[in-house]
Structures are given as C-alpha cells and as structure tokens.
C-alpha cells in the first residue's frame, strides 16, 4: 500500500473521471439529455459511494494499527525476554523485558551482538553454538549467564524460535530471523547451589570427625582435600608455624599448586621467616582469617609470587591455634566467586576439627611409647620386690612381677596367701629366720636365707629389709628386695643392670620425678630431678639442687608447695592431688603424688611423682567442646536426622530396624516426639513399610554405600530429599529435609513454562491466522479497486458499480473480522468476577433471544432441554454468550432438515459437568470436526458469519478451565457439540 | 512449443472474491482458454478424479496447471498437494501455490511436498496481472514438457 500515489485516490478518481468524460465527447453525442442527466445523477451518487468506502477503509487501518499496538505492548509487558536477531546474530529488535534484564535503553541494544550482553564466560560457547542453533532452533534449550545491573549475574534459559519475516520495505527479500526466548532462572540457580553447598559442608565435616586415618599427615591432606572441595578452591596449602622462631615451613601444597614448588626450590623455599613473608603469613599477623577477594588490588604486605607460580586471584587463609599459640596456617585459593565469612568460618571448624584429632593422636602415641618403656623396664628386672605388711593381717601389699623368675611363683600366688613368705623359706633356714625375728627388726638388714622354688630349685638369696613402724613404734610392714645370688657374677652383673635401668627409669619416664630431703628442722631441700622434671619446669639440675621451695619459688609460690609437701609429711602416706603451676617451663597442670620415705623412724625424704596432664586435660576439653559444637549443630540443623540400627534374623536377612536418635528438626518434619520413636523399630512406627525399604537400608548398613533420594510421604503429604549414610557398620543415619514447597515451586515453574510455551504456540499461530485472514479482504479490495479504475477508464459504469459493491463487502468483511478479533483478545483479560448460578436461566435467556431470529427467518425449532441443568461458577455474561453462540451454530447449520430440533442436556463427571448442545442438522464429518473451532475457519465458505464465533466460544470455555470438542457420525447425521466446567471454582 | 489444444487452467480457492479477480485477470490477458474453479480441497480432488459430476469431460477438462490456495475449507491445500504429487495419474500436474501467506514454514511445506512454484497474492494490480501473465506463459508456452503416457 506504501506504493500508492501520496494523495488521496478520491480526488484522482474524480480527476481521471472528469477527463475521461472530456476525452470522450462522440459517445455522449449519442445520448439524449434525459440520459445525460441520469447518467450525470448516477456518477455523483457513486462518487459519494467512493468517498464513503474510504473511510471505512481508513478506519479499517486504524482499527489494524490499535491492534498491532496492543500486540506490541504484549510483546513488552511479558515476563520473558525476547531478543530478534538476524544470521550475524545482530539484536533487530528487542523487548522492555529484555532491556531491564542487561540494563540497557533499547536504542543501547538494537544494532549490537548478542554476545555484548552475555557473561564472558558464556561468549565463545554462544557464538560455536550460534550458526546450529540459528539453523535449527528446535528443541535446543541452553542455559546462559546475562551481565546484569551492579555486575550481578542473571541466570537465564534460553529458547530459540525460527520467524521468517516480511522485508521492511517492498522488493528487498525476506530476512530470516531467530527469536529468543530469556526467562530469568537466577533465583533457582542460586537457591540450588547454596543447597549443594551446604550439604557439602555438613557432609565434609563429618567425614573428616570419621576419617580412618592412619596418620597425621594423611588426616590433614584429607581435610586440605575437603577444604577445596568445600570452598570450591582451586588450590590450597598448609604451612606450620612456630610462634617461638617466627618460622613457617610449607607443610603441604594441593596438588595443583605442587608442580610450582618443584620449579625453583631458590624462589620457592621450604623453610622462611615471619618477616619475609608476604600475604601467606597475614593470617598470623592478623591472628584471624583473611579474605582477600581481589588479589590484582595493591596491598601493603603483599611480596608477589614467583616467576610461573600459579596467578592467584581470591584468597582465603585461616590461623589454626593449639593452646592460644598459632601453630598452623591454611589457605586456600582461586574460588570461582567472592570468599565469604561463612568459607572462612567453614575452613575454621573444619580445622580445628582436624587438628584436636592431630593433638590426640599425638598424645596417643606419646602415652602409648612411656607406657610401653616402663613396662619393658619393670619385667625385665632381675629382683624381686615386695613389700609385706602386718596391718590388718599379715599380707602381701606389693610384690613386683619378676618374683616369678627368681621363685617361680606369680605375684597372685604371694597376694593370695601370705603363709607363702614362710613356706618359701627352706626348712633349715628356718630357725635362723625365726630367731632373727624374735630379736625384733629395728632398721634395715641384710638377710641371706635359702628359698625353695615352686619347681623344688633350692637358691640363695640375699634380701634387704626395711622395717616400717606405725608412730607407736609398731613393726607395720617391712620392705624388701630379694635377689637370687645362686649365681655371683649374674647377680652382679643384675646389680649392674639394675642400676642403669632405675637410672633409665628414672630418666626415662615421662613424670617429673623430684627428690626431696626432709631435714631435721622441718625443712624442704630438693636433692634430685629427673630429665623430664627440668625439661617440663624449666629448672636445671643444678639451680633446684639444695635450694627449699620458697628459695627456688619465691614466697607465695613457695609457701604453697611448702605446705603440700608438710601435708605428706604429716599424714605419713603417699597423697596425690592436682596443681597448675606457672613455671619457666610454661603454665603446667600437673597430677602430683607425694610418697613419704621412712629412714630411721621419721620421714627422710620425699618422692614426688607429678604427670604433666595439660594436654590431656585440654584434649578433654576440646573433645567435649567438638562433642558440644556436633551437639548443637545436630539440635539446631534445618535437616531431620534419625540415627538407626539394622535389625538382621537368625540367617543374617534383615527384617526391621531401630531408631536410636532423633533430631529436633525430625521431630518437626515428621510430627513424631522423640520419646515416641527412640527405641521403637520401623515395624512397630510404620506397619506398612515395605521391605523394599529394609533391604535399601541394609544395604546401606552393610556396605557403608550412602544413597540420596527423593521420597514422597504420602500420609504427611510431603516430599522429603534424603541422604542416608552407615556411621559404622550394621547402623546408618538419615539425613532429611522437607523438600514439599520446592518440588511445588518446580511444579509451578514447569506448569508456567508449559502455559507460556502453549501461549507462544498459539499466539503465533493466532498472528499467522490474522494476517492471513486480513490479507484475504485487503487483496480483494486493492484488486477490484484496479478493476473500478478500469470500468471507469472504459466507461463500464456497470460493472464498476459491481466491483464497488464487492469492495465495500471486502471492508465489511475486514471490520468483522477485526472486532471478532477484539472480542476474542478481551476475553483472556476483562473477565467478569465470577459467582455461582443456575446454568438453567442461562440457557433459557440464550434459547429465547434467538427466537426471534427463528421467527423472521420463518422457521419452526423444537427446543429440548433438560429441566435439571445444575449450578455453576463461572462469568455469566460470557457463559451465556457460548450457549448463544453454540445455538446460533446449530440454527446455522440445520440445513434441510424438515423437523429441527436442537437439544440441551448435560451429566456429571468426577470433578466437572459436562454440557451438550445437539442439533439434528447437516453434521460435521470427522475430518474436520477438530478445524471448526480454528480462528476464521469456515467449513462452508458460503455460510454466513467469519469463522469467529466458535473459536470464542473454546477460548470462553478455556479461561474457565474446561474443554469443547464436536461429536458428529458424518454428513447429514447432526452435531453434538460438548464442553465441561469444573465443580469447583480453579484459581 | 506452441501447443495446440485448448489450455485449461483449474483454481481451488475458497474466496469468492480472489476467484473472480483470477477468472477476469486471464479472461482479459488470454492466458488461458478453459478456466474452472472450485471452492475447496474436497472438490479439487473430486475433480482430478473425475468424481461424480466431474466425469463430463467437455464441461471439466483435465487441468494443464493448478493454482492451488492452502488455507482451504475441509481438506486444505497442503493435503490437496500431497495427494496430487503422491498419485502416479496425477503428479506431472504443474501445481502452482497461490496464497496470500508468506509464512516461512509453509513456504518449506509446499515445497517439501512438491509443488512446482509457490507465489504470494500482490496487493497491487499490476503486479497480480504480471504474475499471472508471466505464469501462464511460463508454465504453459515456454515450458517444454517430456511427453507421457497418461
């Protein structure tokens, strides 16, 4: 149409018109002046003609552009980006959605590549996957990344249509294009990774509490391992730091980051201070995590990296503490996003989690290498020890396990029976023992006596005594060690060795071993201290040597060690009690025994024995402190957790399991107390349980397997995602969560995208219907307009009447066709508030504004319809308009028919009514059946009407959540048309 | 090749109106001597193959060319095409696609299908009568056809 002539085609015609008559004068020569009149009066009248059918047909153009607008708004208001692009991948046009998407003016975007507004990242996969999708968009769904506004990533899916599209001007060719498609998918992507995330945490921890390591090192490259995997690093490393030298050492390194140290050992070192070190060591300085996100940034402390190390670009670094002192430095690196405080404190409890394991390991081992040494020490010994007391009775108090070697006898033997000391004795050493005895025993004395073994071996054996009196001077018990002296250069070289193996003992052992000398004043002097007392206290041998505690601890100190030692010496027994002391060897907690030694009636000396119990007792503490951070990250954790033990019948199948432990949060997600399920099995809580579940779990028990699921509780209504794991074997725990409302938002996603996708659909089959469909007049009236500029041209006032009448039917047709089109846009959006009411009025209003119709047109219809018609919900004003339509077709299509007769009836479905309308009429056949309810589809091309009313009446019945379809055996057999409406209102 | 007999051209098109433009538009520039139009799909076929009323060959010759609509009432062009290109009797037929849709997809189908040519309704006069001009002179003076049996 943008070829026609500018101005208006009326005045032309008139124009061309009042030439061709001047032109033409022999012809009208013919003519009487009563003709010329008439013929002059005829001319005028169709000029008026002309000059209204082009203003029906401006108006017509109007109407077009109102409603090429109202798509246009449709096209900008939606919820997904749409992006035209050309073969180059040009954006050509673009809607408001996707402008606010990349935050750009729409002027900004139209003219630019795509791959401007599209993550880095994402480009050069875009652009190889361009030309493909571009050819064949079909069922290709990628999902991208948008730069969006303040650099924030929009996570977009995207979905290609191919649009073939008229050329902007006449006689260029038609442009191929490509429609995308960008629904916003960010939340969901964000919502699903911090969900990973999270359960990677929980799940590492506890990996790392159950690690089987066999040693230090493994464990803590185990937890480096995690850690990455945790903080989505790329590379990490572990340094050990000593507080005392300032001196780090590289521990470990990822094994991404351990090519590098191989490249220059020189530029790399192992071992470095404090003071060179660059943000590596800022931990330390800082004393807290460090998180620096941008690395390219200057930073004071920063020292730069080596030639071909690995460009860092995050960094995340965390100290780990033993005992207040740093002893440790991890860090991590090259995470794909920001580190965040909650990394940091993640990479902390993992940590430090690892390293109470690494200090109990240590002292483990340390407990087990002392404990070991002694043992060996004390067995191996050559003399019997032993102590015999008199109080209550005679007995045994100590015998020392190498009586076994010397007498054959086991130290339970002499425990048991005491009348063994005696019997031991050989029968003529007898008198000499016994007369000795009656001088009574006042102090030491060396005994040489003949034993008889158990094995009848007679020996001799010397023995030292060490008479022990209460303080009325009573013999109590005495001391001794016997020695066999069978063999002379044995027993000295026993001599020997026991020497040196008290010496080593006394060395040797872990304790602080301390003498002390009780002066005859009262007075405290230490006379000796083993290796580990001046390790552990700091005092050397020869500054505590001679000194009394006040003079070697000052007074406050002092006078308190003074007064425990008084307290030994005044209840005469070994006591034991627990210190903490702030020595130069460090504050020490110590579990200190005292043992009072008799000499010559008064106590000479003291023994004292303190255990260093410091680590001990902070690895209680810390033990209990990780028990207590588990315990309440069990109590306050979003996911139910039940912790079970399998239950297998005599032939190892099993047949139920037991719940041990539940978790707050599983009370609350499966509504059962804790008290109504510990201790319960499966079988007792669930009687329907299938078995399926007890072999799943069993399975899971006895292989360790962990399996993650999703399940649905059909009785909670609710959908749970489960991850069920074996702490150890024939058990397994559950960990769960209520996933209900996001398998719904799922639910909903997919049911949105269903409902766009089917929009989509229809609406661009609905724009290729209405262009084609307007075109059809517009061709018609353009052409005969040709037609009427050649009657008049031939003077053919005949035919050109004709054509005009055409032209104006054409118009007519169009307008039609265009407020068919209105009506039929309204109805998905101006609806009427719904409400409840009888489907009966309904139709008996429909049935009697068509009566009159019936009447003109001279006809008799017989009505049947159903006295019961139910109530129903719904817009009635549009509801009426399908009845009216659905009748107006059956009246339409009655054809011949000498009895018409069209029928209303209805019945009922489980959740809808279904309604029919059933003529006697001239029938559908079932080929076409599914074509009557198209846009502008007319069966007969010659039936009044434009093809609109039944597609309204399916578009009615489809906002109001129901179905139509046609029934129809074939030509001339009538037509039932049904449609349903749900019971229930939908929302 | 001159041809000697008459040439009979066949147009299914529903639309009144279109149909009487066509008719006058060879009427006036002679392209052809027989020109015959139904109104859908069902009837085309009906007259391919000499159903019913259609067997008076005098009165409706077997077409030298067919223009074909696609959107049509009961069985649409697409199935119309089809059926010519897919028959042995029938599929030397020169099927021309006259429609007022320029859709893409259709474009493709008609073509998959085998039609012989695919052209758009104009809106302007002039051009409609180029088109059809130069069509009947194309595919029934200038075009050289192999001789058949059928």
Redesign the interface.
Known sequence: ?A?HEPQPPEPSLRQQALERLANAPQTLRDLSRTEILQLAHELQVHQIELELQNEELKSTLAELERARSLFFSLFNRSPIGYVLLDEQGIIREVNQTFCEMVTYRMDEVVGKPLQNFLHEDDRSAFLARYRATFRQPQNKVFELRLNGAEQQVLWVRVQGE???L?AERAGKD?R?HLLLAFSDITAQKIAEENRRLDERRLQSLIEIAQYPYSSVEELLRFTLEKALLVTQSEIGYLLDYNEETQQLRTRFVSEGAQKLSELDPAAYPQTYSLEESGLRAEAIRQRKAVIINDYRQPHPNKRGYPEGHVEIRRFLSVPVFEDGCIVAVISVANKPHDYTETDAQQLTLMMDTAWKMVVRQKLIEALQRSEERYRNLVENAQDFIYRFSFVPQAHYEYVSPSVTTVTGYTPEELYQNAALGLELVHPEDVPYLQEMLAEGVKEDKKLLLRWRRKDGRVIWVEQQYTPLFDSQGNLTAFEAIARDITDRKEIELALQNLLQEYETLFNGVQDAVFLIEVGEEGEFRYLRTNLSHQKKTGFPLETVQGKTPLALLGEELGAIIRGNYQRCVDSGHPITYEETLDLPGGIRTWSTTLVPIWREGRIQYIVGAATDITEAKAARESVRQSEERYRTLFENMNEGFALHEMIWDEAGRPVDYRFLEVNPAFERLSGLRADQVIGRTARQLLPDLEQSWIERYAEIARTGKALVFEEYAAPLKKWYDVRAFSPKAGFFAAVFSDVTQRKQWEKEREQLIQDLQSKNNELSQFT?TV???L??????I??????VEQNLEQGNLEQAKADLQ?IR??AEKMQALLEGLLELSRIGRLINPPSQFSFGEVVTEAVQLLLGNIYDQGRTVEFEIAPDLPNVYGDRARLLQVMQNLLDNALKYLGEQPQPLIEIGWREAADEYQFYVRDNGIGI?P??QERVFGLF??????AQGYGVGLALVKRIIEVHHGRIWVESEGEGKGATFWFTLPKAPKA | MERQKPIHVLLVEDNPDHAELLRRLFRSYLVSNVFCQVEDGEQALAYLNREGKYADDDRYPYPDLLLLDLRLPKVDGFQVLEQVKSSPKHRHLVVVILTSSRNEQDVQRAYQLYANSYLVKPYRMEEFTDILRYVGLYWLKWNVYAKTSS
Do not use: C, N
């Open positions: 149409m070829e191919r649009l073939l008229p038609d191929d290729y262009s084609h469909d075109k059809g007049p517009l061709i018609t353009l052409g005969f307009l040709g037609f055409r039917f054409a056949e080929a076409h589809e007319k069966l007969d091309p010659r």
